[in-house]
């Protein structure tokens, strides 16, 4: 029994022998060791050929996505257009200490280390896998390979990709470039990625301007930009960004980037309250529309446009712009009912205003807003210029030296017959242009056919001059030349143009015929190009004595005929009104020694297709002419735009009087400075216009009806001659004028 139990404790004794000798001969140290290195091993060999897999890729779908910046002449900002609010900068364009600040926020070994931190991808790793959100602890660089090459996805092989491809980045490329990239791709809150739009968001300054305390705040944003946001964040966001600046600030000391002392009466800047970013409501889509197309007539492409990263700054004056804006609202819009009058809803307001000795566009007005009306009324060219191309037949006759049919030299004192529905003499195709009003002047002077906007005169000199003539002379002063046929009844101003081109023309005439080219950009610059500016100024049009003289002419338009409306003593003008066929258009362009202006109304039916309709009953005022609603517009900017007035005069040399060059005294004594209420024209055709020439109704009248019998008021004795008596002639007289409107 005793051996029986020895044997059967010393089998038991055996078999557990085995048994732990068995489990430790599988887990010895040098098993486990081997087994270790052999998962190192293999690790290393699947990073390396994850390595060699892996190429740097090309940027992602919004890397390289920049928002285009639109400023006002003095930088002030107009309105950003684009996908992405970003515009890259060069690194160099932001301050030293704040790049540093950047680098002391979020990786203090980033010109040290290798574009990698091992533990903090290794955590991330682990709390991705684990469910726990976003890692934290990468590096700049792997921050900049995610915002540029890859994606924000939280997945362990976008995290695997970012490592490979940071020390593939940190090898080739140096870390300046690395971190400009981090810095223009990394995302701020309130709608900004990149650095500049940031600091604009933030602090309204450029990031070329951006202090160091400002920087600081910027870089300790990154690390939650909704919850460290200052204008929204919980007291808790506020101590905890406020920690981060500090903490910021504390590492850019340690590692020797700031003095102590500077770091010790340094205080926090707190950012500006959120500001909506400008849209395209109001006028700022036309303007941002008519610099967008000028950059494309310059040679960039709706693509290249389209690819961001442009700050184009305008020529608009901000100041002025405003000012055009209020005074088509004071002198229009605040006497239009557009929802309870069918006319008024159809009226249409357009407007360019320009330097003339450079060719500026210092303000523009294209709509009651370019979210509501798409088409710009100050570029459209649908409308006809009616008697604004008068001026331009006139410099053509004193350009060529024309004469009469009966050979005398045509000048400012040339008498015509200014018959209404005279047939013109010498021309092939018939013409006989019915005046406004039907009314007849007899001989008149052509200073006083300009004054009163004589078509029978007009009609007749373009005859005289030839009409292929008279076109050629129109295109060299800036007309767009869109075809319109070499015929009598351009006189009437027949073709198309927009504002922007009639303020070009007369800017012309403004300049003593050097031509000006209008343009809206001041400059237009790109991180790889720059778009070649606009000439503003070009050759002689026509000689300074032509120019000089239409200008003298057309300061008695605006001092004794149809533009009144835009006189006043605080500046020195010359204009002209135009009213186009069947009221469907009503114009005033005139200008200053300093400024030239073209004002338009336009009648457009509010159903679809826009067609052309009349303005007659504008503002239940009877006829929207030329010297009504569009001259009053005028004078109102003017004035404002000339801060209140200007002592500048026309500066005119040797001004062509005509065949004789002499300028006679009036006969009679000034009358007073009023004006009869102007009479409603005829909106029928006139039975016996030319079947070949369009009817015209023309610019505005002054004049009472022809039963009226008071003497003419004779014209200034030192620019007019004067015109033999007609006891039809009305006075100049003006009742009820108002001049308290202007520069309200």
Same mark, same amino acid.
């Given at each position: 029994? $005793? ?5 059967? $404790? ?12 068995? +489990? ?8 486990? @060791? ?54 890259? /900068? ?47 602890? %990468? ?18 092989? &976008? ?19 690395? @971190? ?17 739009? *940031? ?18 705040? @910027? ?12 204008? /929204? ?109 069918? +006319? ?16 500026? #566009? ?6 009651? =807003? ?44 040339? /008498? ?36 009163? =906007?004589?078509? =029978? ?5 373009? /005859? ?158 009877? &006829? ?16 404002? *735009? ?64 022809? %039963? ?16 033999? #008596? ?19």
């Amino acid at each position: 029994m $005793g051996r029986a139990d020895a044997r059967r $404790g010393q089998g038991r004794g055996a078999r557990r022998a085995g048994r732990s000798g068995g +489990i430790r001969g599988l887990f010895t140290w040098r098993k486990l @060791l081997g087994t270790f290195f052999g998962f190192c091993l293999l690790a290393m060999g699947a990073f390396l050929a994850l390595y060699v897999y892996v190429d740097v890729p090309a940027a992602n779908a919004t890397a390289n996505k920049q928002s285009n910046v639109y400023k006002y002449s003095d930088g002030t900002l107009l309105a950003r257009a684009g996908e992405v609010n970003r515009e890259i /900068v060069d690194l160099s364009e932001v301050p030293k200490d704040v790049q540093n600040a950047f680098v002391a926020a979020e990786n203090k070994s980033f010109y040290q280390d290798q574009g990698v931190d091992l533990k903090g991808t290794a955590r991330g790793l682990f709390n991705t896998l684990s469910g726990k959100g976003k890692q934290g602890g %990468s590096t700049i660089t792997q921050q900049y390979v995610k915002n540029y090459y890859l994606t924000q996805d939280p997945t362990v092989s &976008r995290k695997l990709k970012e490592l490979v491809i940071s020390l593939k980045v940190d090898q080739k490329m140096d870390k300046e470039y690395i @971190l400009a990239g981090y810095m223009n791709t990394a995302y701020y809150g309130r709608g900004a990625s990149g650095i500049q739009a *940031a600091a604009q968001a933030y602090y309204g300054v450029d990031a070329k301007d951006l202090n160091l305390s400002q920087g600081a705040y @910027l870089a300790s944003l990154l690390q939650a930009p909704s919850q460290y946001d200052w204008a /929204v964040a919980s007291p808790t966001g506020k101590k905890l960004v406020s920690e981060r600046w500090g903490y910021t600030l504390d590492n850019m000391v340690e590692k020797g980037w700031l003095d102590s002392s500077k770091r010790a009466g340094m205080k926090f800047t707190r950012p500006q309250e959120p500001k909506a970013a400008p849209g395209m409501e109001g006028q700022t889509g036309y303007l941002v529309e008519a610099a967008n197309e000028e950059l494309e007539r310059q040679g960039i492409s709706e693509e290249a446009r389209e690819a961001g990263g442009w700050t184009i700054t305008l020529n608009i004056d901000k100041k002025r712009q405003e000012e055009l804006e209020q005074a088509v609202d004071r002198q229009l819009e605040s006497k239009l009912d557009r929802k309870g009058n069918k +006319i008024d809803a159809t009226v249409q307001a357009g407007a360019t205003s320009v330097n003339p000795k450079n060719g500026e #566009v210092v303000a523009l007005y294209g709509g009651v =807003s370019a979210t509501e009306h798409w088409v710009s009324n100050a570029t459209r060219r649908d409308y006809q210029p009616a008697s604004t191309f008068k001026p331009l037949v006139l410099a053509s006759a004193l350009e060529n030296e024309s004469e009469t049919q009966d050979g005398r030299l045509i000048g400012l004192d040339t /008498v015509y017959d200014g018959t209404s529905r005279r047939p013109v003499v010498g021309s092939d195709i018939p013409f006989k242009p019915q005046n406004e009003d039907d009314r007849s002047y007899g001989d008149i002077s052509v200073q006083r056919a300009m004054d009163k =906007s004589v078509n =029978s005169v007009f009609a007749q000199m373009v /005859v005289d001059v030839t009409p292929s003539v008279v076109k050629q002379t129109a295109l060299d002063l800036g007309m767009p030349d869109k075809g319109f046929p070499a015929v009598p009844s351009i006189t009437l101003g027949t073709m198309n143009a927009s504002t922007w081109d009639m303020a070009g023309v007369f800017a012309t005439l403004d300049n003593h015929g050097k031509k000006v080219n209008p343009h809206i950009i001041k400059s237009a610059e790109h991180r790889d190009r720059t778009a070649e500016p606009v000439d503003g100024t070009g050759g002689q049009a026509i000689s300074r004595k032509t120019a000089d003289t239409v200008t003298r002419s057309l300061t008695g338009v605006v001092d004794n005929g149809s533009g009144h409306e835009a006189n006043t003593s605080a500046y020195d003008a010359a204009g002209k009104t135009g009213t186009s066929e069947n009221n469907k258009a009503a114009w005033f362009a005139g200008y200053t020694p300093e400024l030239t202006t073209a004002v338009a109304l336009y009648g457009e039916s509010v159903k679809a297709g826009g067609e052309q309709v009349t303005l007659t009953g504008t503002a239940s005022s009877g &006829r929207a002419n030329g010297g009504g609603f569009p001259a009053k517009i005028w004078a109102d900017y003017t004035l404002a *735009a000339l801060n209140g007035g200007s002592t500048d005069t026309f500066d005119l040399e040797d001004v062509e009087r005509g065949e004789s060059g002499v300028t006679q005294a009036p006969t009679t004594p000034p009358a007073t400075t009023e004006t009869p209420e102007e009479t409603e024209p005829a909106e029928t055709e006139s039975p016996s216009q030319s079947p070949s020439e369009p009817p015209v109704e023309e610019s505005p009248s002054t004049e009472p009806p022809p %039963s009226q019998t008071t003497p003419p008021t004779p014209t200034d004795s030192a620019t007019l001659p004067t015109d033999p #008596v007609d006891p039809t002639e009305p006075t100049d007289e003006r009742p009820g004028r108002d001049d308290s409107v202007l520069g309200q």
